[in-house]
């Protein structure tokens, strides 16, 4: 009879440890979809990103290096050549860093 009661109480453990990962896994797949910051962001619209950088090298015409906190670029041949964006950066306006000496 004690070894009836002890294997009851094995598998009974075992249950609500299943029961209790799958609880918790099943709260792991869902809480994403749950945040409101877990929603993807708005795609850039690429074409106004450049005009503003257009702007920028045209009411700055000495520029020769400029920055957003995101990329660091340099002007060549009239062609603003950038670096790549760092992650989670946060694009500020565009900032002149280094002027030609004209």
């Not at 249950?15 to 099943?26: A, D, E, K």
């Not at 792991?28 to 074409?47: H, M, N, R, T, V």
Request: net charge positive; charged share 25%; hydrophobic share 35%.
């Amino acid at each position: 009879m004690l070894f009836v009661a002890k294997s009851a109480d094995k598998h009974r453990g075992s249950s609500m440890r299943s029961f209790i990962f799958s609880f918790l896994f099943f709260i792991g797949i869902i809480s994403p979809a749950l945040c409101d910051d877990a929603q993807p962001a708005p795609p850039a619209d690429k074409a106004a990103e450049m005009q503003s950088m257009k702007d920028f090298l045209h009411a700055n015409p000495d520029c020769r290096e400029f920055s957003d906190s995101c990329s660091y670029c340099r002007v060549t041949d009239r062609q603003a050549e950038c670096s790549t964006p760092q992650i989670a950066c946060v694009k500020k306006p565009y900032q002149c860093t280094a002027r030609s000496g004209k």
